[in-house]
């Protein structure tokens, strides 16, 4: 990042965010500090509910603590900057928008690998049940949440050390809300050709990968729960995937829409559908995990009970 006055005569970028117009300003920056707040108090009381209940010290639960710690990490890189453009501030540092970037689709990708290691979780709770405690034994859930935040890293330190090679010269205006890949590399004076092939194979396994993983486990998790002779023990095995899958699908959805179409297509209309992935999933995990959860809402009553005693 210091290679800026060699690599570009860009030293800031313009984010134009969600709407140029002055009357949206104001309701914008009311509403997405609302959710921004809802985002970060919901994920804390999850993972306050999680390390102090007892009942709630499993790995389902363990990966679930991580997730919402990602989830409050990952809002947090995006939305706080998207209020201080509502404020006026739509400059962004070359270095800042470098950054962004990096914390995305780090934290992004981290949140893709937590969502497949929780779907395997589901497939050795339902599939293997007898051999459960010894094959996610606490060493293992370590190793996993290790490998879920260090490869997703690795991912975007490649991206940004890929994209701090480009020279991008008068043009400095993105199309955005946020230091996006695929906008920044729209506005590049220089050859992009490298970097579209880096995203069309490594971006892409990277993506895929967990997406097969969790689709292989429910796939196997369906097979097994059918076999399940009593309708009461297929609602058990189900209910404990419901929530899962409701945030995978929220999550995937919207992922495949906007990254997995060609460069030159990406236009202001993928804007909501990135708005779903980076801000409203986030929002809406501690909702659809604790709503669907007779467990998880136990520990939050015993949580808020023991706030209101103290």
Do not use: W
Request: charged share 15%; glycine share 4%; proline share 4%.
């Amino acid at each position: 990042m210091e290679r800026v006055n060699e690599t570009s005569s860009v030293s800031e970028f313009i984010l134009l965010g969600l709407s140029s117009r002055p009357g949206d300003q104001k309701p914008l920056f009311i509403l997405f500090l609302t959710m921004y707040l809802v985002t970060i108090t919901g994920n804390l009381l999850i993972i306050l509910a999680i390390h102090s209940d007892p009942q709630l010290q499993t790995p389902m639960y363990f990966f679930l603590s991580f997730l919402s710690f990602t989830d409050i990490c990952f809002t947090t890189t995006i939305v706080p900057r998207m209020l201080l453009s509502f404020l006026s501030e739509k400059t962004i540092s070359y270095a800042g928008c470098l950054t962004q970037m990096y914390f995305i689709y780090a934290l992004g990708n981290t949140d893709s690998c937590l969502l497949a290691v929780m779907a395997l979780d589901r497939y050795v709770a339902i599939c293997d049940p007898f051999h459960y405690v010894t094959t996610m034994n606490h060493h293992r859930c370590v190793l996993l949440v290790a490998f879920s935040c260090s490869l997703p890293h690795l991912h975007s330190l490649l991206h940004t050390l890929l994209l701090n090679r480009l020279t991008f010269c008068d043009n400095n205006v993105i199309h955005h809300f946020l230091c996006d890949l695929s906008p920044l590399m729209k506005l590049s004076c220089s050859s992009t050709f490298l970097n579209e092939i880096v995203i069309m194979s490594e971006c892409s396994v990277v993506l895929v990968t967990p997406f097969v993983c969790i689709t292989f486990s429910y796939i196997r998790i369906l097979i097994t729960v059918l076999k399940i002779p009593s309708a009461a023990g297929k609602r058990k095995a189900f209910s404990t995937c419901g929530s899962h899958l409701t945030v995978v699908t929220l999550f995937y959805g919207s992922i495949f829409y906007v990254y997995l179409q060609p460069l030159s297509t990406y236009t202001a209309r993928d804007h909501i559908a990135t708005l779903v992935y980076t801000v409203l999933t986030s929002m809406l995990n501690p909702f659809i995990y604790s709503l669907r959860n007779k467990d998880l809402k136990q520990g939050l009553r015993k949580l808020m009970g023991r706030r209101k005693s103290q």
